[in-house]
């Protein structure tokens, strides 16, 4: 095995076993992402179905019922970042106009905050 294939093989070990690969994934809203998500709302869906729609800026976290293990999060806030709780006990946080893509982890909690960025 030549030395650029086993770093690239070892690279990528290290992220599958830290849980990078499966972290997940911010970018921002074009319009057709935020089109059943009207401000200042944060909407979950399940595929193209959306789950559920919060918007209420909190202290602690709100469980989400029917969005749990949605896979996808629309931030449609100008100014408020949302934190998003996985099973797995960790969190991420989506800047103001992003959307979040949930690839292995299951997201279970929300918290809006009037941060204006991570």
């Known amino acids: 095995m030549n030395i650029r294939r086993h770093l690239a093989l070892s690279v990528a070990a290290v992220a599958v076993s830290s849980g990078l690969a499966f972290a997940p994934s911010a970018s ?3 319009q057709s992402a935020t089109a059943g998500c009207s401000y200042p709302y944060v909407c979950f869906y399940k595929g193209s179905k959306k789950t559920g729609s919060y918007k209420d800026v909190t202290s602690g976290w709100q469980k989400l019922g029917a969005s ?4 996808k999060m629309v931030n449609t806030r100008h100014d408020d970042v949302v934190y998003t709780h996985f099973t797995n006990g960790r969190t991420h946080c989506t800047p103001p106009g992003y959307v ?19």
């Open 100 to 118: 979040t893509t949930f690839n292995s982890w299951v997201v279970d909690k929300v918290r809006i905050s009037s941060a204006s960025h991570c």
């Open 68 to 71: 749990k293990g949605a896979t």
């Open 28 to 30: 921002a809203a074009p």
